[in-house]
C-alpha cells in the first residue's frame, strides 16, 4: 500500500505540491487527474524519488521512503515523452532495469522478449529507437518500465502525444496488461477519457491539493465541487441562490439538506433531462448536434431565466427554433459547493 | 532531385576561385617545394627530415606537450563544465562571456600574460620561461574554455529524464553516469578534446615565446627552417608531413563521429540548471567556480598590473613611451597599432564577403556542389596558419606578383577568419523556412530582393557575429603573419614578439602595454559578438 501525506515541494516562489495526499491499496489503478501544472508529475516525481519534497512523508507497506534512493525503491517511472536512450536499441533499452539487478544474460534475453509480446512488439529487439514510431516509442517505454517488475508503477501522462486511433486501441491495451501483472498503478492525466478508462478510483487535484476522490460514476454523477464538475466536462453546471433549505434558479427550485455547505452550485446530466409535451419547463431549441447515437441539444429556458441554456441528451433533435417543453428528473440533480 | 537554378550555382564561383588560388594553390607549390624541388620528382629532402633526429625530436615534443596540455585540460575542464550545465550562481553570465575570451585572444598575449605571470621578475617569483610547465599551463588557461563551452552546453541540453529514468530502473549514481550520461556525452567530449589537441599541435605564438631554444613544435620549426635558416624545402616538407597527420587525425575524427551518431533529443528552451541544494554540493561549486575564474582572470590581470610597472615606479610610461622608435622595430610601436586595425578592416571585409557567398551557397544550393564548397571551407582549419603564411610566402610570386601587395596579410587573415563567419552564418541561414522566401516572391519581389529583404534581415545579426569573429581573428593573427608582415610595417602581435625577443626592462614593458592594448581591441570584438548573440539562434 501507498501512502502519501502532506507534501509540499516549493520552486522558488511557488508551490508545485502543497499539501499532497494519496492512497493506493496493493493491485489498485489510482488516477490523479488536474489540469496541467496542478503539480501532478512533481507527485510521481516525489513517489519516484526523484524529487525531495520540503515537506511530507511517502510510505511504502508501512516503511517511510524518505532516506531510500530511486534506484533502491523498486518502483518504475514511465515518463511522458518515454526518455528512451537514444543510444541503445529497444532490447537495451527494455534490459536496461534488468541489467541493473545483475540478472544473468539469457535470463534477460528470455524476460526481454516476453515483455516485448506483452506490449505487442513481438522481436523488436534490434530495432534502433529513432526509427520507432509515436505509438511503439510508447510501448517501448511501457516495455522498459515494466521488464524489472515494479512493485507500483507510475505513469506520467502515458497516451499524452498520440493519436487517437492509437489512443483508443492502447486504453483498451493497458488496463489488461496491468491486470494480467497485477500491478499497483498512479495513473496522471488531464484527460477525463483516460481516467475513467484506467482508474478503478480518481483522485482530481487543483493547485497541489486533492479536491475530489472517489470512482468514476461517483465523481460524475455527485462531483463535490464547481471546479471539478466542470474540469469533468459536466454539463448545465448553474450558480444557484438558496432561501431555507430550498435552492431556485428562476426556473427550478429543488431543496437543499441543512447540512451542505452554501453557497450551493447545482448539474444537471444532460442525459437527465428529457423533451416531454408534459414537462413543465418552457424553452426553444437553440443549436442540436449530432455526436454518434444521440445529439446534444442546447435549448434556451424561455421565462424567468435570464438567458439560461440546459444541454439536452437526446435521441432526436427537434430544428433550431422549435419550441419545446422539458422535465428534469429532480433524483438526479446534483448539489455542489462553489 | 531538382538542380538548383544555374545563377544559383554561379554563386559558388567566388569562395571556389578564392580559396583555390589562395589556399590550393599554394599547398600545391609547398608540395612541388617538398617533393620535386628541381623539377623532377626527388625524395630526398623528405627522407633526410624523417632521418634528422633533431627534426624527430621536434615532431615527438610536438605530440607529447599536445597530448599533455590536452588531458591536463581535460581533467580542469570536465567539473567547471558539470557546474555550468546543472547549477545557477551569481556571476555566470560574466564567467560566461570570460570564457568566450580565450577563443578570440591572440597568442601573442598568452605569450606576454604568462611572461609577466611566471617569466623572468613575474608576478609569482619564479622563472618558468623556457620550461614545459609554463608551456602547459598556458595552452590549459588557453583551452578550458574550449572544453567548459563544448561539454558544458551539450550536458546543459541533455534531457534529464533520460537520467531519471536510468534512475527510477535501479541505476545508482555511478552506474547512471557509466551507462547513459558518459556515452551521451561521449561525442561533445570527444569533439572538444580533438579541438583542444588540434589547437595545442599547431601552437605557435605560446610555444615561439614561452618555449626559448629548446622547445620547438613543428609549426616553430618550420617558421625557423624558412627565415633563420632559409631552408624552404624542409619547411616544406614539415608542412606536408604536419598536414597529413592533422588530414588523418581530423578524418579518424569524422569516422568516430558518423559511427556515434545517435539522435539525441535535445531540450530547448528553460534550462534546468538551479542552486546547488545540499550544503557539500554548495561548497563544491563554489571551489570549482572560483578556481576556474582564478585561472582565467590571474594572467590577464597580471598583465595589466605589469603594464604600468616603469622604471620610476608605477605609471603610465610603458603607453607614452609607444610613439618612440626602439632598437626591435624599425618604426615606433604605436605604428603597430594603426596597421593591425587597416589590416583587419581589409580582412574582415574580405571574409564577410566569401563567408557569406559561401554560407548562402552551402544553405541554398543543392547537392555535390554544396558538399564540396562545405569541404574546401573547412581545410584552412586542418592546415595550420602557419601552413598559410608559408604557402603564401612561397607562391605568391607567380603567375601574378602580390608579394608586395598591401593585401596579401589580408588574404592570409581572412582565409583564417572565414570558417568562423561560416560557422555563424549557416545555422541561420538553414534555419530561415524557404516559406518566407516564397511568400515574398508571390508578392513580387525578385528572388535577389526576396532574399535581400527575407533572409537577409533576418540573418543580420548573424551576419554581425561572424564580423566581429573576423575582426577579433584578422587584428590577433600571428602565424601567418609571422611570414608575410615586412619589417618596416609590423602588425600589433609581429610588434609584441619582436619586442619580447629583446632583453631589458623597458623593451618588456613597452610589450605589456601592447598587449593590453591588442587584448582591448580583442575584448571589444567579443563584447561586440555577445551583444550581437542576445537571443540564441530560433527557429525562423
Known amino acids: ?104 544474460r539469457d535470463e534477460i534475453a528470455r524476460r526481454v522478449a516476453d515483455t516485448l509480446d506483452l506490449v505487442g512488439l513481438p522481436g523488436a529487439e534490434r530495432r534502433a529507437v529513432a526509427t520507432l514510431s509515436g505509438g511503439e516509442q510508447q510501448r517501448v517505454a511501457l516495455a522498459r518500465t515494466l521488464a524489472p517488475g515494479p512493485s507500483l508503477v507510475l505513469l506520467d501522462e502515458p497516451l499524452g502525444s498520440l493519436d487517437r486511433t492509437l489512443r483508443d486501441r492502447l486504453l483498451t491495451d493497458m488496463p489488461a496488461i496491468f491486470d494480467r501483472l497485477g500491478s499497483t498503478v498512479v495513473y496522471v492525466t488531464h484527460d477525463r477519457e483516460e481516467a475513467f478508462a484506467i482508474g478503478h478510483r480518481i483522485t482530481v487535484v487543483e493547485g497541489g491539493k486533492p479536491v475530489a476522490h472517489g470512482t468514476a460514476a461517483d465523481l460524475w454523477r455527485r462531483p463535490p465541487s464547481r471546479f471539478v464538475a466542470s474540469f469533468l466536462g459536466l454539463e448545465n453546471v448553474f450558480d444557484v441562490t438558496t432561501h431555507h433549505d430550498v435552492a431556485t434558479t428562476g426556473w427550478l427550485a429543488i431543496p437543499v439538506p441543512a447540512s451542505h455547505p452554501r453557497p450551493v452550485a447545482i448539474a444537471i446530466p444532460p442525459e437527465h433531462i428529457v423533451i416531454d409535451p408534459a414537462g413543465d419547463l418552457e424553452g426553444t431549441v437553440v443549436e442540436a448536434r449530432f455526436r454518434g447515437g444521440s445529439y446534444l441539444v442546447r435549448v434556451a429556458v424561455a421565462d424567468g431565466a435570464d438567458g439560461a441554456e440546459l444541454t439536452v441528451d437526446t435521441r432526436d433533435a427537434p430544428p433550431p427554433g422549435t419550441p419545446v417543453r422539458l422535465r428534469i428528473d429532480p433524483d438526479a440533480v446534483a448539489l455542489l459547493a462553489r | 532531385m531538382r538542380r538548383s537554378p544555374f545563377a544559383l550555382r554561379l554563386l559558388a564561383v567566388l569562395p571556389i576561385a578564392f580559396l583555390g588560388y589562395f589556399f590550393v594553390y599554394p599547398l600545391a607549390r609547398i608540395s612541388i617545394l617538398a617533393l620535386a624541388p628541381r623539377g623532377a620528382p626527388d ?160 601552437s605557435f605564438g605560446v610555444i615561439l615565446v614561452l618555449g626559448g631554444f629548446r622547445n620547438a613544435t613543428i609549426e616553430v620549426e618550420i617558421w625557423r627552417q624558412t627565415t633563420a635558416f632559409l631552408r624552404l624545402d624542409v619547411a616544406a616538407a614539415l608542412s606536408l608531413l604536419q598536414l597529413g597527420f592533422l588530414t588523418a587525425v581530423l578524418a579518424a575524427y569524422n569516422r568516430y563521429q558518423e559511427r556515434r551518431a545517435v539522435g539525441i533529443r535535445l531540450r530547448t528552451g528553460a534550462s534546468s540548471a538551479r542552486r546547488p541544494r545540499s550544503r557539500t554540493g554548495r561548497t563544491v561549486a563554489v571551489g570549482i567556480v572560483a ?49 593591425s586595425v587597416r589590416l583587419a578592416v581589409a580582412a574582415t571585409v574580405l571574409a564577410v564577403a566569401v563567408g557569406i557567398v559561401a554560407a548562402a551557397t552551402i544553405a541554398y544550393v543543392r547537392g555535390p556542389l554544396a558538399r564540396g564548397v562545405d569541404l574546401l571551407l573547412m581545410l584552412p582549419l586542418a592546415a595550420s596558419a602557419v601552413t598559410i603564411g608559408f604557402g603564401l610566402l612561397v607562391s605568391m610570386g607567380t603567375p601574378i606578383d602580390l608579394r608586395r601587395s598591401l593585401l596579401l596579410i589580408p588574404i592570409a587573415h581572412a582565409l583564417v577568419a572565414i570558417p568562423f563567419v561560416v560557422r555563424s552564418a549557416l545555422p541561420v541561414l538553414r534555419a530561415i523556412r524557404p516559406r518566407l522566401r516564397e511568400a515574398a516572391m508571390v508578392l513580387g519581389a525578385s528572388p535577389g530582393r526576396a532574399w535581400w529583404t527575407v533572409d537577409a534581415p533576418l540573418a543580420a ?79 525562423l
Open chain 2, 291 to 339: 578556481a576556474t575564474s582564478a585561472l582565467l582572470l590571474t594572467p590577464l590581470a597580471v598583465l595589466v598590473g605589469r603594464s604600468f610597472v616603469t622604471a620610476d615606479g608605477l605609471g603610465i610610461g610603458n603607453y607614452t613611451g609607444l610613439g618612440e622608435r626602439t632598437t626591435a622595430l624599425f618604426v615606433p610601436p604605436l605604428e603597430a597599432v594603426v596597421n
Open chain 2, 43 to 202: 625524395l630526398t629532402v623528405f627522407i633526410d627530415v624523417l632521418r634528422d633526429p633533431d627534426l624527430v625530436g621536434v615532431a615527438w615534443f610536438t605530440l607529447w606537450q599536445a597530448a599533455l596540455s590536452t588531458s591536463i585540460t581535460l581533467v580542469v575542464g570536465f567539473p567547471a563544465a558539470y557546474v555550468f550545465a546543472h547549477y545557477r550562481f551569481p556571476g555566470k553570465t560574466f564567467l560566461r562571456a570570460l570564457m568566450t575570451i580565450p577563443f578570440v585572444l591572440p597568442t601573442l598575449v598568452v605569450g606576454a600574460a604568462f611572461v609577466a605571470l611566471v617569466g623572468p621578475g613575474g608576478a609569482l617569483g619564479i622563472d618558468l620561461q623556457g620550461t614545459i610547465t609554463a608551456i602547459v599551463v598556458a595552452h590549459v588557461f588557453y583551452n578550458v574554455p574550449v572544453i567548459v563551452r563544448g561539454v558544458g552546453s551539450f550536458w546543459e541540453q541533455l534531457d534529464p529524464q533520460v537520467t531519471d529514468a536510468a534512475r527510477t530502473l535501479g541505476a545508482g549514481p555511478l552506474s547512471v553516469f557509466r551507462t547513459v550520461t558518459a556515452p551521451l556525452l561521449a561525442p561533445a567530449v570527444v569533439s572538444s578534446t580533438a579541438l583542444v589537441f588540434l589547437f595545442t599541435f599547431t
Open chain 1, 1 to 104: 500500500m501507498l501512502e502519501v501525506s502532506g507534501i509540499v515541494v516549493r520552486y522558488e516562489d511557488t508551490a508545485a505540491l502543497d499539501g499532497m495526499d494519496l492512497t493506493v491499496l496493493d493491485g489498485e489503478r489510482a488516477v490523479v487527474m488536474g489540469p496541467s501544472g496542478s503539480g501532478k508529475s512533481t507527485l510521481l516525481r516525489v513517489i519516484a524519488g526523484l524529487e525531495v519534497p520540503d515537506d511530507g512523508t511517502v510510505r511504502w507497506n508501512g516503511r517511510y521512503l524518505d532516506d531510500v534512493p530511486p534506484h533502491r525503491r523498486g518502483f518504475g517511472l514511465m515518463f511522458q515523452d518515454y526518455a528512451l536512450f537514444p543510444h541503445r536499441d529497444v532490447g537495451r533499452n527494455v534490459a536496461y532495469g534488468l541489467e541493473m539487478q545483475g540478472l544473468p
Open chain 2, 461 to 539: 545579426r548573424a551576419f554581425a557575429v561572424g564580423t566581429a569573429f573576423a575582426f577579433a581573428v584578422s587584428v590577433g593573427e600571428f602565424g601567418a603573419t609571422a611570414f608575410l608582415a615586412r619589417p618596416a610595417a609590423p602588425t600589433l602581435p609581429v610588434a609584441i614578439f619582436r619586442l619580447l625577443g629583446q632583453p631589458g626592462a623597458e623593451t618588456t614593458g613597452r610589450a605589456m602595454a601592447l598587449s593590453v592594448i591588442l587584448m582591448a581591441l580583442t575584448a571589444l570584438a567579443v563584447l561586440a559578438i555577445e551583444a550581437a548573440r542576445g537571443g540564441a539562434v530560433e527557429e
